[in-house]
């Protein structure tokens, strides 16, 4: 019986080890916030297929991108690397907002992901994954040499260059558009198309929608659908509505095909947002903030996985995770090997999936840094605007410890210490009622900082050369 019981095993694991490398399905949201979905508890919007998905699979209730905006997000989870590493700070390197009112010369960085990069996607390809970039790259002109076989729609734009209606101009994919395509159904199209051609071959598909940026501009089917709908206490947005739902409905078909061709059990599905939701549409609450800012509703944002027989149906974890864990959880996820040469700053995920405890994540530090400055969008959500009407983000560093994160502001050096267990919407600061605390995070992240060599603005303003 024991002779039984160790060959069944062993040809089990045999079985395992033989076993095809899974397929992987990652579908990036643009500016879609922590609560703009079904599963994450939006009263207004409508997600049934990611809710399903939510339930066959690990949400992630403590998921932050690496940064607050677009370009340093997609760098970081491209990169595996914080932003003093590849140095995107912003979406391009210009002083944003009035120059009478920045007190700081800015960092600009640079605009482009350095080619001596390594990028997950070129692990993949190394490990014989076929791959492809389809909707917004924003990190260069082209996505192509960075790691993907196939490329639709991915340019430097940080936006549809035409909306989200033909003509789309020079994009790559895009140029032969029928009059009336909505473009999110577009890329899931093509995402589809691409599955069905490598369906014999482990495939990788980074679907990065540019929806629910702007310009805000409806599924036009769905429009009346929402303007008749009851409005919710947390979402009213019925443009808003109608590109969520798109981009779920796009979700729907991607999974019906997998299933079509008999490879959902052998794919990963990945859904993740660049940050937060965009403030003049939508709402985070009970998370203060939105996209730009690096309060909570500016980086915490939806993120589930999907691993048929690895991750438990249902679960969820409340261990703090980033955009920069992605790389290597992908690598691990496709037995791809890490880069030799190449520092990584985050952990893989795996032993999360797998329902493993893990002390190393659930106890270190997670760091944002922007020495830069985000103009105001004006008049949005949870009042932010009235205490800087100027500016969404100012130069600052933050980081995030166990339940603590400790905002440090290089403009006057002022700290701002929340306790999220306590007070998830950061409105009572503790910095000077829990100075020990402070003193230890500043610490923290200053060691970080020089470390990591991150550049701190110091030189004012009115030093600043005049303009040639």
């Given at each position: 019986m024991l002779q039984k019981i160790l060959l069944f095993t062993l040809l089990c694991l045999t079985q395992l080890q033989a076993a095809p490398q899974p397929n992987i399905l990652f579908i990036y949201a643009d500016d879609l916030g922590w609560r703009d979905t079904s599963f994450m508890g939006s009263d207004f919007y409508e997600t049934p297929h990611l809710d399903q998905l939510a339930d066959q699979g690990m949400v992630f209730t403590d998921a932050y991108s690496a940064a607050a905006n677009c370009a340093p997000a997609r760098a970081a989870l491209l990169s595996g690397q914080y932003?003093?590493?590849?140095?995107?700070?912003?979406?391009?390197?210009?002083?944003?907002?009035?120059?009478?009112?920045?007190?700081?010369?800015?960092?600009?960085?640079?605009?482009?992901?350095?080619?001596?990069?390594?990028?997950?996607?070129?692990?993949?390809?190394?490990?014989?994954?076929?791959?492809?970039?389809?909707?917004?790259?924003?990190?260069?002109?082209?996505?192509?040499?960075?790691?993907?076989?196939?490329?639709?729609?991915?340019?430097?734009?940080?936006?549809?260059?035409?909306?989200?209606?033909?003509?789309?101009?020079?994009?790559?994919?895009?140029?032969?558009?029928?009059?009336?395509?909505?473009?999110?159904?577009?890329?899931?199209?093509?995402?589809?198309?691409?599955?069905?051609?490598?369906?014999?071959?482990?495939?990788?598909?980074?679907?990065?929608?540019?929806?629910?940026?702007?310009?805000?501009?409806?599924?036009?089917?769905?429009?009346?659908?929402?303007?008749?709908?009851?409005?919710?206490?947390?979402?009213?947005?019925?443009?808003?509505?109608?590109?969520?739902?798109?981009?779920?409905?796009?979700?729907?078909?991607?999974?019906?095909?997998?299933?079509?061709?008999?490879?959902?059990?052998?794919?990963?599905?990945?859904?993740?947002?660049?940050?937060?939701?965009?403030?003049?549409?939508?709402?985070?609450?009970?998370?203060?903030g939105y996209k730009g800012t690096y309060y909570e509703g500016g980086i915490r944002v939806p993120l589930l996985i999907k691993w048929p027989g690895v991750v438990k149906a249902g679960s969820r974890s409340s261990i703090p995770v980033t955009g920069v864990d992605i790389y290597p959880t992908l690598c691990e996820i496709a037995a791809a090997q890490l880069p030799e040469q190449q520092i990584l700053d985050g952990l893989s995920l795996v032993p999360l999936l797998q329902g493993k405890p893990h002390e190393t994540l659930q106890n270190r530090p997670l760091f944002w840094h922007f020495p830069a400055y985000l103009q105001s969008y004006g008049g949005a959500n949870n009042n932010l605007e009235q205490r800087d009407p100027l500016f969404r983000s100012r130069p600052c560093s933050i980081v995030r410890l166990g339940n603590w994160k400790l905002h440090e502001y290089f403009e006057d050096g002022g700290l701002e210490l929340y306790n999220l267990k306590d007070d998830i919407g950061e409105s009572n600061n503790l910095a000077q009622k829990k100075p020990v605390k402070s003193k230890q995070l500043h610490q923290l992240l200053k060691d970080w900082r020089k470390k990591i060599k991150a550049p701190v603005p110091t030189k004012k303003a009115a030093e600043n050369p005049p303009s040639q």
């Open positions: 932003s003093p590493r590849h140095e995107i700070y912003n979406v391009g390197t210009r002083p944003r907002g009035q120059a009478k009112d920045r007190k700081l010369k800015h960092i600009p960085g640079v605009d482009t992901l350095r080619p001596d990069i390594t990028t997950w996607a070129q692990q993949l390809q190394k490990a014989g994954y076929q791959t492809a970039s389809i909707g917004k790259w924003h990190l260069s002109k082209d996505p192509i040499p960075y790691g993907f076989h196939h490329n639709i729609a991915g340019t430097h734009s940080g936006s549809p260059p035409k909306g989200y209606y033909p003509p789309h101009g020079k994009v790559p994919g895009l140029k032969n558009s029928p009059p009336g395509e909505y473009l999110t159904d577009r890329l899931n199209t093509e995402a589809i198309q691409f599955i069905k051609k490598n369906r014999d071959q482990p495939w990788m598909v980074y679907l990065t929608h540019f929806a629910v940026h702007t310009p805000l501009q409806p599924k036009k089917e769905l429009l009346k659908k929402y303007q008749q709908k009851k409005k919710g206490k947390l979402h009213q947005n019925a443009i808003m509505a109608t590109m969520i739902q798109a981009v779920d409905d796009g979700v729907g078909r991607l999974i019906q095909t997998l299933k079509d061709l008999k490879i959902e059990e052998q794919t990963v599905v990945i859904f993740y947002s660049d940050n937060g939701g965009y403030g003049p549409a939508t709402d985070m609450a009970p998370l203060k």
